[in-house]
């Protein structure tokens, strides 16, 4: 009795995998490629590179903190 049920769980696990694997797989890759867009800029005053949405932009440049942009 013990090895029927052991068999059944083992083929309802395999069948959860088959069906449900893919759309797993597909939700990693979307997230995993979300948030690679965000683009590098340069600070004009100390030349270190920092995210477009984390800097301060002034006069058309991005700079990379209140310091660099006095």
């Not at 059944?8 to 995993?32: G, Q, T």
């Not at 690679?36 to 270190?48: A, G, L, Q, Y």
């Not at 477009?52 to 700079?63: C, D, H, R, V």
């Amino acid at each position: 009795m013990i090895i029927k049920i052991t068999v059944f769980l083992v083929v309802l696990f395999l069948v959860y995998i088959v069906f449900f694997k893919k759309s797993r797989e597909a939700n990693i890759k979307d997230d995993k490629y979300k948030n690679i867009s965000d683009t590098m800029v340069e600070c004009p005053s100390c030349n270190v590179f920092v995210s477009k949405n984390e800097a301060i932009l002034s006069n058309g440049q991005y700079y990379c903190s209140k310091e660099c942009l006095k």
